[in-house]
């Protein structure tokens, strides 16, 4: 099973692609914690190759049903990924918290992630993450649409 925690940055890695971002939300970070709660699909990832953003649309395995993170009032996202039976295979429920623009993610006394807000508005949410790669520095990029 895939590990939700790296998904939204070491999956993206498999894409073998380069990443930066501009900042770009409709209504500023007082706002976020609000705006992100709710049901959000995966739409698409990718990194900055030579400047620009390179991106690729989100392969959902099931027809009818979409990957997804949902971001909780309590400080929860729970993300589920479906097979292509549209079966729930992946599971997970993360703590997270928002402060500005950043969006810490944690696992219960495991690791912590801090993403940055680019995007957060009525329909889309982007996240970009900052790793080091085999001695690279990469900005990787997730986008959600509302479900």
């Given at each position: 099973?895939k590990?939700?925690?790296?998904?939204?940055?070491?999956?993206?890695?498999?894409?073998?692609?380069?990443?930066?971002c501009?900042?770009?939300?409709?209504?500023?970070?007082?706002?976020?914690?609000?705006?992100?709660?709710?049901?959000?699909?995966?739409?698409?990832?990718?990194?900055?190759?030579?400047?620009?953003?390179?991106?690729?649309?989100?392969?959902?395995?099931?027809?009818?049903?979409?990957?997804?993170?949902?971001?909780?009032?309590?400080?929860?996202?729970?993300?589920?990924?479906?097979?292509?039976?549209?079966?729930?295979?992946?599971?997970?429920?993360?703590?997270?918290?928002?402060?500005?623009?950043?969006?810490?993610?944690?696992?219960?006394?495991?690791m912590?992630?801090?993403?940055?807000?680019?995007?957060?508005?009525?329909?889309?949410?982007?996240?970009?993450?900052?790793?080091?790669?085999?001695?690279?520095?990469?900005?990787?990029?997730?986008?959600?649409?509302?479900?």
């Amino acid at each position: 099973m895939k590990n939700h925690f790296f998904y939204l940055s070491i999956v993206l890695l498999t894409f073998g692609l380069f990443t930066s971002c501009s900042s770009d939300d409709d209504s500023g970070s007082g706002s976020f914690n609000e705006q992100i709660l709710g049901k959000w699909a995966y739409s698409q990832a990718g990194m900055v190759i030579e400047g620009q953003e390179v991106l690729e649309n989100w392969e959902h395995l099931c027809a009818s049903k979409k990957d997804h993170s949902e971001f909780t009032s309590n400080g929860k996202v729970i993300s589920t990924e479906y097979d292509s039976d549209c079966t729930e295979f992946d599971v997970e429920t993360l703590n997270y918290s928002i402060s500005g623009d950043k969006l810490t993610v944690s696992e219960e006394g495991g690791m912590t992630q801090t993403f940055t807000i680019k995007t957060l508005n009525s329909s889309t949410l982007k996240l970009t993450l900052t790793e080091e790669f085999e001695g690279v520095e990469m900005t990787l990029i997730t986008i959600f649409k509302k479900m």
